[in-house]
C-alpha cells in the first residue's frame, strides 16, 4: 500500500520555472525512488538514490535523499512542456519485498 | 520499449464479464507485480509473485487473481466485472534481490467496463 506522502498532489507551472515536490515518511526508507510517468504510458524511472543526504541529478532534474532517511525532495529546474506529466515517488525498506509508492504529483506546464 | 510486454493495450467489455491481461516481465526478471491505476489516482498495488510463487497481496478485490507460470509470464484475471474496475492495469519486474533499484514497468492494459 502507499505509505508515502507525497506534495503537492499537483501543480500548474510556468515554462521556465523551477519546481520543487517531495515525499515524506513515518517510516525510514534505505531507497528513494523517483518516477515520471507521461499519458497513457507506464512509469519510467527516472533517478534512484540510496545513501541518506545524497543529491543525484539527471539532466535537469536533481533528488535528494534526506538525512533523516524518511523523506525525498525532486527538483526540475528551467521547466518545459515535455515535463507535463505524473511523478512518483517510491521507497523501499530492508527486508520488504516491494517498493511503498506516493501518490504521485500531476505536473502541467502553461506555455 | 521497456522490456516488460503487457496485452492487450485496450480492452472494452460489458458488465458482469471477465478478462485475462497478460504480462511477460523483462528477461531475466522473476518478480511481476500487479497495479492498477484509475483515473486520476495513484498506483493501487494489487498482488506480487516471485518465481511462481505469490509473495505480496495488496489491495486485490477477491472478484481479482492472478497467477504466474513457470515461464514467468503472468495473467491478472478479472471477473463479474463492474464500471468501477475500469481502470489501467500496469504490471512490473524486478530481478533477484534488485527491488532498490526500481521496476520497470510496462505500458498497461486500459480496461474500459460499459
Known amino acids: 500500500g502507499q505509505q508515502l506522502n507525497q506534495s503537492p498532489q499537483s501543480m500548474f507551472i510556468q515554462e521556465g520555472e523551477d519546481v520543487s515536490m517531495n515525499c515524506t515518511s513515518s517510516?525510514?526508507?534505505?531507497?528513494w525512488l523517483w518516477y515520471k510517468q507521461d499519458p497513457g504510458e507506464g512509469p519510467v524511472l527516472l533517478i534512484a538514490?540510496?545513501?541518506?543526504?545524497e543529491l543525484t541529478s539527471n539532466g535537469r532534474l536533481t533528488a535528494q535523499f534526506g538525512i533523516t532517511r524518511k523523506d525525498s525532495f525532486l527538483n526540475i529546474s528551467a521547466s518545459i512542456p515535455s515535463d507535463v506529466g505524473i511523478y512518483f515517488c517510491?521507497?523501499?525498506?530492508?527486508?520488504?519485498?516491494?517498493?511503498?509508492f506516493g501518490a504521485g504529483t500531476t505536473v502541467t506546464v502553461r506555455a | 520499449d521497456s522490456g516488460v510486454t503487457q496485452t492487450p493495450k485496450h480492452l472494452i467489455t460489458a458488465t458482469g464479464q471477465r478478462v485475462t491481461l497478460r504480462c511477460s516481465p523483462r528477461s531475466g526478471d522473476l518478480s511481476v507485480y500487479w497495479y492498477q491505476q484509475s483515473l486520476d489516482q495513484g498506483l493501487q498495488f494489487l498482488i506480487q509473485y516471485y518465481n511462481g510463487e505469490e509473495r505480496a497481496k495488496g489491495n486485490i478485490l477477491e472478484r481479482f487473481s492472478a497467477q504466474q507460470f513457470p515461464d514467468l509470464h503472468s495473467e491478472l484475471n478479472l471477473s463479474s466485472l463492474e464500471l468501477g474496475d475500469s481502470a489501467l492495469y500496469f504490471c512490473?519486474?524486478?530481478?533477484?534481490?534488485?527491488?532498490?533499484?526500481?521496476?520497470?514497468f510496462g505500458s498497461g492494459t486500459r480496461l474500459t467496463v460499459v
Open positions: 517510491a521507497g523501499h525498506r530492508s527486508n520488504d519485498y516491494k517498493l511503498s
Open positions: 538514490l540510496y545513501k541518506a543526504g
Open positions: 512490473a519486474s524486478s530481478a533477484v534481490g534488485t527491488v532498490d533499484y526500481g521496476y520497470t
Open positions: 517510516s525510514i526508507f534505505n531507497t
